[in-house]
């Protein structure tokens, strides 16, 4: 199962009720947990993910949980 700290507390933030989701995106992580998080033959480039994260966030406004999911 492939692993991301943004995702994984995104999903986490929905499934303990802390944020409300619209239908759209309740199938995004339905369809997320089903189909993709589960293969092996995927990754994410945490380090890439990070820099995006870091240069936004330094140069523009702190990024909320949706926009790092």
Not at 9 to 33: A, D, F, P, T
Not at 62 to 69: E, I
């Amino acid at each position: 199962m492939i692993r991301n700290k943004h995702v994984d507390h995104y999903i986490k933030l929905y499934k303990s009720g802390k944020i409300k989701l619209n239908n759209e995106r309740i199938w995004l992580i339905e369809y997320l947990e089903k189909h993709v998080l589960n293969r092996e033959d995927l990754y994410f480039d945490d380090k890439m993910i990070d820099d995006c994260i870091s240069f936004g966030e330094k140069w523009y406004f702190p990024l909320q949980p949706f926009q790092k999911f």
